[in-house]
Structures are given as C-alpha cells and as structure tokens.
C-alpha cells in the first residue's frame, strides 16, 4: 500500500499507455502541486546559475563532443576501463541483460554471505529491478539516500530521477517516518525528517559490509568510478563496507579522468542548480587499508549496444542523468514522472525507455511530448530529443501500420485521407468543401463547433472549435484575382 | 519586392482572414505579392505523427513547386520549422540528389511573416493601428526552432494605439503540439489551463502570436470558457489601420 | 524473457562484438587519441583573476555554504589551529597520520589514525585535515587522502572537519586543478559544503551525513601579485 495512495506500474512491459496513466495523475492536487513546486525551485536554481557561466554553451558543445566520442569508440574505452580498473585490484563483471546483471550481483553478495546490503541510490539498479530480485533470495537491500528512503518506507515508486520523491510533500514524508521508525512525535519539519533519516541509516552505515552503487561516469584513462552525491550516504556506502559492488551502463564511461572538468560542471548546474554538489568520490579499484578490499563492477548492456547502432539514436546514450530535461518539460511539471511508466521519465524516458525495450513496448511514449523543444535548450549534453523523438514515432507507425486492426483506427484512416487530400490540390479544395459540409451539422448558431465524435471528441472535450469559414483563403483570392482581370 | 504566399493547410481552411490580412499588409507595403495555385500542405502534421513516407510526399511537392520563386512567405512559424529543420532529413532518408539540391537553393528563400518584415523588406514600422490591450504569445517553433528573436516585438511596438502586456512564463509551451492535443487531450488540457491563467492574468482583450495553431489551442478554450477574451494572428493586428480596421474588430 | 545463462566471458564477448558492429570503428591507439584531441575545447580552462582575488572568492564561496573560514599566515597557522579547536567546545580529535605535531596541541587529545575501527572513529568529536588545492569558482576543497589529509573515513565520520588549505593551492576554475594534477589520484573527494538533501519538497537541509559543521583555515602563503 503506497502511502501516497497511488499505485504506479514503473515496469514498461506491463505500464498503462502514457494517455491513459496520466489521468488518476491530472486528476489528484496534491500531486501535481507538489511536482510543480518542486520543478519550479530547480528550474529557477539551474537558469539562475547557467545565467552566470559565461561559457555555458561551449561547455555544452564540449560536453556533446566527449560523449560522443566516447560512444563512437565504446568497446575500445570500455576495454581499458576493463584493464586499468582491474589492475588496480577491481573485477569487472559484464551483464548482457537485466537478469544477467541481477544474477552477478547475487552470487557475489552470496559469496560474502551477505544477508543486507546498504545502496547508494542508483536509478540502474532500478532498472533491472534489483531490489525485490534480492529479497526474494534472502538479502535485503536497504537505500540509503534520503528519497530512496521514503520510497522504500512509503512503499513509493521514483518519479524523477535526481529527486525521486519529489511527488511526496513534508507531511507524507513525516507520516512515512513516524510509521516506520516509530517515531512518535515527528514534526514535519525538513529538518527534524533529515535528522530522524540521519540517525535511522548511522547504524546500517557502520555495520553492514556489503555495499551497491551506480556510477555517475567511469573513467577508461585510470578505470576509476566517479559518485556525484549531496547527502553524504554515497561516501559512507563506498568507504565504511568491506565489499562494494559497482553496477553501470556501459555508456557511463568517458575517455580521460581531464573530462570531468566538463562533465562535472555541466551536471551539478543542471541536475541541482549548484555550481557543484556537495561531495564527488573518485577512485580506482582497491586501496589497502582505506575502503572496500573487494570491489567489483559489472557493466551493463540491456538494450544499450542496440541504441548504439542507430544514427539518429545514438546521442540518447549522451545522457549524464542530470534530469534538467524533465525539469524544463511542460508536460512532466503537469504528469509527473510516474505515468511514463518507466524508472527513466520525462522527455529522456520518452526517448530512453522504448529503445531499451526494443521499441517492443512503452509505444506511447515518443508521443508523450508536445515537441517544444524545452528539454533540448537545456540538455548539457545537447541531446536532440525532439529529433529522436520524431524518428521513434515513425517507428511506431511503421510498426503498427502493419496490423489490420490498425486500418480503420480513425487516426491511420485520417492520415491517409489527409495525405491524399494534399497530393492535388482539386482534391484539397473537394476535402475542404465536404469537410465543411460535414461539420456544419455540428456547428452552433454562434457558428463554433461544441461537439464533435470519435477523434474529433477528444478536442471537444475541454475546447470549441470555430466552424470552416464559408471561403477557404485560396478561393478568395482567385476571386479577386478575376475581380482586377 | 516580388513575394509568394504560402499560407498553410490550415490557415487556407479555418484562418482565411489571416490570409486576407496578410496580402492587405504586404501589398500595403508594396510588396508584389502571387499565391500558387496548386498548394496544400507542407507535410508538418504527417511528420510530427511519426507517417514520413507521407510526409516526404507532400514535402516533395512543396519544393518542386516553389524552384522558381523569388521568396516564399509563410505566416506560420511551425511551417517554416518543418522546412528548415526535417526536410533535409526527409530527403537525405528517402529523397535523390536532385531533390536535395533543389531544397538547398530554396531554403534561403523560405520566410516566416516577421522575418520576411524585419530581414526581408527591413520594416519595423508597418503602419498599423490597433488600440487594444494585447499579450503576444511566443509560440515554441517561433521560439525555439526558428529563433525569432525580438523581431515580434519590434513590429508590435511600432503599432499605434496599441497597448502590450508581457505574458508570464512566456517560454512555456500551451500544449497543443499538433496531434498531441488529441493523442493526449488530457495533458494537453491541463497544459492550456495553465497557460491560459497566464494569458487571462495580463486583462488584455486581445492575445496574439504567429501562429494560428496555438491560437487555435487558445482561443478555443477561452471561448467554451466564456472568457472574454479573444485570439488574433499577429498579422491581423499589422494589417490594421484607422481606415482599415482589422476584421475581427467590424 | 528466457535467456539461457551465459558465462561472463561469453556476455563480455557479445557485448564487445555488438558495440563494434554498432561503432563500426578499428581506430588504431594514435587515430583514436587524434580523434580525442578534436573534440572542441572553448570553454574557459585558465582563470582570470589575481591571486588575491582568487583566494577571497574561495573564502567567499565557503561561507555561502556555512563552513567557517578564518586566514592566517604560516607562521601563526599552528596557533590558529588550537584556537579553532578550541573554540569548537570538542576535546577528542582523530589525526591524519601525516599531520604534523605541531598542529596537535596537547591541550586536546589526540588519536592518530593508524588503522583506527570506524567504531573508534565515531568516538571522536572532529578530525583536522591538510587538503590538496582548492578550486574558488565553486568553492570546492579537493582531497586526495594523501598523509596529511588521512583515509576516506576520519573525513567522513565526524561531525566537525577542519580543514587547512594553502592559498598558493587554490586555483579558480575546475580546468586548472585537473590541469595541476595529472599525476593521477587513486581515490579523490571534492567537497563543496557540508552534505545536504534538498529530497523533502527542495527545501535544502545542510548535514545529513558526513561532517555538519565544515571549518576552513586559509593559509595565505603567497606574495601580493
């Protein structure tokens, strides 16, 4: 039972289609307050720091161009990466797929005979849906990142992937707490909430010795693993515990440990609004005496090699997880992050989400944008998400084009009537004419429409539409073109 | 000055007034202007749904038939977005050699209202006449596609009588993205309710924008609403003089 | 989905052969470091200040986050040390191994971090700290856990830090320290601020884990420029 009350699927291959997810979404204040308001603060934080940096645009060039050199010699940087982190005393572990990944995972925490591990947050881990996997094996995964806590305890689903709670408000949150922690008189005050996580997790911190993380970037140059955090929990998981596991895309890695001086810069303003966060941890492999003797890494593909192949999709894989698109998304500030269905939201989740599917579900998500563009201005790594958007939605049409229910869906039909109309001109005029004809029977004595069914209705439904004036504009204009003859 | 209307698929069909207004502006400022006959559709809708095939057709047809002409005027700015920004994709997909090069050599010619005004003929001061109480809405592609800039504000504020109110949060989308306002009604919806409490907050009677499809988005609403508050193309207002009021004021 | 089990190298194998026939590249070592020295590099990578105006916007940029800055000099450095202990009403100190004596006064007791247990730590009321440089754009002080700046945890566990940063080691930009260094570090924290959350409706709440009370001495080691 989620606290909030709201019970999102975030498994794309059983998640409701994005128009229909959203509606328990629109139809809840409370929610939709608390996402704004959130999205409002790290919207006015970000622009108000990208305002200051004088070289915010070449950063973002630059930020592309190492991406995209180091996804277009992937195997080559994830080989050294592989090589420098193991002579450093890692072991590298490669996942092909959510499960193989979920299976590593466990046989090395058996190995430790571990029964808890604690977890920095770690939307990866997410994805291949780790938790309940762990569980039901008999090792309890306990998060350690404040959100991730009042997920885990509210029984919540992340709708962002920087502030995963961000639809939870104070009260919720302080309820959560006192219900878990047994805290009596809790106020809701951020402060006394922070405190009361604070000294939930001290605990976990010093005694459980297994720990799990993502990885913000790995760096080929030395095979090091870069955790940008704020509260601290990330240091404790990667420093106190005896093991630590390290679980990442294969597009987290990037060339040279010099491009994070980019890559740091352009993340903390976007994904917060600082000019850096709090704390970043840097290391390689194993250090005697300071931090974790076993560390390992398993990489990541799940999809990912696939997107790699495509032209226009490539640049997805750009993505740093800085969340500034679902931030800047019109859409997102209405819907929140949980009717996409998917751990990855907002536009990246639009675009991210069906391809790791291979487009075999979450259709509805390219479309699940209005195309303004917003989250492409502020992406630091200059994702066209707009352009890939496009090109998923005519992957969709080619895809369900070819089922013969798919032919007489008001939408297809539509489309195909349209494009015949355009193909000459005599039949656009003949289309208008009888288009008006057509619609006069819906048309009010004010001459606007109120009404209209199938497809139609869905734009009636909270908008008038003016009825086909009597003389389309190119007849018009013949006639007065005959008029000065 | 020699100039070729294209006025858009939906412009030619819902807003012929936009049309009419934009021939009395150009012609006012002696602008020789001719419409093709034989135009429809520059391809938007079917691209933006994800039918390129359908799309490539009529973007096709859009080239050929503009080789010859001087400049195109387009009082849309998604149109002119559609053109510079998912033609050449278009043709690199599923076009020849030719093709590619005939939108190469029409691409400089292709103009959106106001940069056809401010680049083209080099106007500011159209001469119009509009004492009303506007907002103007910066529609995305205007924004961010086609980077409009400040021209829109150049030429409004060399409207007389006019009295302009800034729009809170202007760079925010209304949501009406095409066929987005009725895959996803819902959204949608709750995208104009904001914004239009945005528009209603300026009490201006009049909210313009180049582009008649968000107005569209807009407009209709305000109208179920009873809002008292009304839509206009941004071409309307320029046509407008004492003598010639706009159409929507008769 | 059923995937039948691979073993690691063979999911090692078939991810490398599925990236390079997405890449579709052989790049050789000196086409691929070719490739890299293109990648377009505007952005600002030296700073443009004066030293004197370096180190106040550092210490400007830490007292926006609350950590407590006092300078001195040199020579007054272990004097200024002891005060600040002082100052902070704690007792029990751990110490990097490198920290040198003189920083330790024996008004204070002292447990130098030989191997200590994350038990004993928790024990103690701060640790004082060297540091590497310090970056002032963004009021960053970087740690690489040499002697001086001690293992990962004695700057983790306890609640007061502080922390000794030498003017001469701040650099303005984020360019300029990894410009610095390129003896690369096995392990590294950059620290901006004492911890904070902003999970609970993005109100900031500062200290959450790691030290809350952040105290810097600005060392001013440098000549006027």
């Not at chain 1, 996997?133 to 009042?150: C, M, N, P, S, W």
């Not at chain 1, 979450?362 to 992406?379: H, N, R, T």
């Not at chain 2, 504000?153 to 302009?164: A, T, Y």
Request: neutral net charge; glycine residues 6%; hydrophobic residues 40%.
């Amino acid at each position: 039972m989620s606290h909030t009350g709201y019970h999102p699927v975030l498994d794309p291959a059983l998640a409701p289609p994005f128009p229909k997810a959203v509606l328990p979404v629109l139809r809840n204040p409370q929610l939709r307050k608390n996402v704004a308001h959130a999205i409002d603060v790290i919207q006015a934080k970000r622009a108000r720091l990208v305002t200051e940096k004088a070289d915010w645009q070449e950063l973002r060039t630059s930020g592309a161009a190492i991406r995209d050199h180091a996804l277009a010699n992937l195997g080559t940087y994830l080989e050294q990466f592989e090589d420098r982190c193991t002579a450093a005393g890692g072991t590298v572990h490669w996942a092909a797929d959510a499960a193989e990944a979920r299976r590593i995972i466990l046989s090395i925490l058996k190995q430790e005979s571990a029964s808890e591990v604690i977890k920095i947050k770690t939307m990866t881990s997410a994805e291949i849906q780790l938790n309940p996997f762990l569980e039901a094996a008999g090792v309890k995964a306990y998060e350690t990142d404040l959100a991730e806590i009042i997920l885990q305890l509210g029984n919540e689903e992340p709708s962002h992937i920087v502030v995963p709670a961000l639809h939870v408000n104070r009260s919720q949150v302080r309820d959560i707490f006192a219900q878990s922690m047994g805290l009596q008189n809790l106020s809701d005050d951020p402060k006394a909430l922070t405190a009361a996580a604070r000294s939930y997790l001290r605990k976990k911190f010093l005694t459980v010795p297994t720990a799990i993380s993502g990885a913000n970037f790995l760096v080929a140059e030395t095979g090091a693993v870069a955790v940008v955090e704020s509260e601290g929990n990330g240091r404790m998981c990667l420093t106190l515990p005896r093991t630590m596991i390290t679980l990442a895309g294969i597009e987290k890695v990037i060339p040279r440990f010099q491009d994070l001086e980019v890559m740091l810069q352009v993340l903390a303003r976007s994904a917060t609004g600082e000019r850096m966060n709090p704390y970043t941890s840097i290391w390689s492999g194993v250090t005697p005496g300071d931090g974790p003797q076993h560390f390992h890494v398993v990489l990541l593909d799940n999809g990912r090699s696939s997107i790699l192949a495509k032209k226009t999709e490539r640049q997805t894989l750009r993505c740093i997880r800085c969340a500034a698109c679902m931030n800047s998304c019109p859409v997102y500030r209405q819907t929140g992050g949980h009717a996409y269905g998917s751990v990855y939201p907002g536009p990246i989740g639009a675009i991210l989400t069906p391809q790791l599917m291979q487009m075999n579900h979450a259709q509805s998500l390219p479309y699940a944008s209005s195309l303004c563009g917003a989250c492409y201005e502020v992406c630091p790594v200059k994702i066209n998400i707009p352009e890939v958007l496009l090109e998923l939605r005519s992957q969709v049409v080619n895809q369900e084009r070819r089922h013969p229910t798919k032919f007489f869906d008001p939408m297809y039909l539509g489309m195909r009537a349209a494009n015949l109309a355009f193909s000459q001109a005599w039949l656009f005029h003949a289309a208008q004419f009888f288009g008006r004809m057509g619609l006069k029977l819906f048309t009010g004595r004010d001459g606007w429409i109120h009404h209209l069914p199938s497809l139609g209705g869905k734009w009636t439904q909270t908008r008038d539409l003016r009825g086909l004036p009597k003389q389309p504009f190119h007849t018009w204009w013949a006639a007065r073109q005959k008029e000065t003859k | 000055m020699r100039a070729s209307l294209f006025i858009t698929c939906y412009n030619d069909t819902l807003f012929p007034e936009t049309g009419r207004a934009v021939v009395r502006l150009l012609e006012r400022l002696g602008v020789e202007l001719d419409f093709h006959p034989k135009q429809t559709c520059c391809g938007q809708m079917h691209a933006n749904t994800g039918f390129r095939g359908e799309a490539f057709c009529q973007a096709k047809r859009f080239v050929r038939m503009y080789q010859e002409t001087d400049v195109v005027v387009i009082p849309s700015s998604s149109c002119v977005a559609m053109i510079r920004d998912q033609y050449p994709g278009l043709f690199e997909e599923l076009g020849n050699e030719e093709l590619r090069r005939q939108l190469a050599t029409l691409l400089p010619r292709v103009f959106e209202l106001s940069e056809f005004l401010v680049d083209k003929i080099g106007v500011e001061d159209v001469g119009a006449y509009f004492p009303h109480r506007v907002t103007y809405h910066a529609s995305c592609h205007g924004l961010r596609a086609i980077h409009l800039g400040d021209r829109p504000w150049r030429l409004m504020e060399k409207v007389r009588g006019m009295e302009q109110v800034p729009l809170p949060n202007l760079d925010r989308c209304c949501g009406f993205g095409g066929t987005f306002s009725v895959k996803n009604a819902e959204v949608s919806s709750a995208m104009l309710g904001v914004k239009l409490q945005d528009v209603m907050s300026t009490r201006a009677e009049f909210c313009t924008a180049l582009d008649n499809s968000c107005l569209m988005h807009l407009g209709g609403a305000m109208h179920r609403q009873y809002a008292g508050m009304r839509t206009i193309h941004l071409a309307e207002i320029l046509a407008s003089t004492e003598t010639e009021p706009a159409e929507a004021l008769r | 989905m059923n995937v039948p089990p691979a073993s690691r190298t063979d999911s090692r194998t078939k991810i490398l052969e599925e990236i390079r026939a997405a890449t579709r590249t052989t790049a050789n070592s000196i086409e691929l470091s070719a490739a890299y020295d293109s990648i377009p590099r505007t952005y600002q990578r030296t700073g443009r200040m004066g030293a004197a105006e370096r180190v106040a916007l550092m210490i400007e940029r830490l007292r926006e986050y609350d950590a407590d800055v006092v300078e001195t000099n040199e020579s007054g450095l272990a004097a200024t040390i002891t005060l600040q202990l002082k100052a902070s009403g704690r007792r029990r100190f751990v110490a990097p191994q490198g920290l040198p004596s003189d920083w330790m006064s024996s008004e204070f007791e002292w447990n130098v971090d030989r191997g200590m247990s994350a038990a004993e730590i928790e024990m103690c009321e701060g640790v004082v700290t060297g540091s590497t440089c310090g970056i002032a754009e963004s009021g960053t002080i970087v740690l690489h856990h040499s002697a001086l700046e001690g293992r990962r945890i004695v700057s983790l566990l306890p609640d007061w830090h502080l922390c000794v940063l030498y003017a001469s080691r701040v650099v303005e930009t984020l360019p300029e320290y990894f410009a610095r260094f390129q003896q690369l570090p096995a392990m590294a924290t950059y620290i901006s601020g004492p911890s904070a959350t902003a999970d609970i409706e993005m109100t900031r709440i500062k200290g959450v884990h790691g030290p809350r009370f952040l105290n810097v001495i600005m060392v001013q080691d440098i000549g006027t420029e």
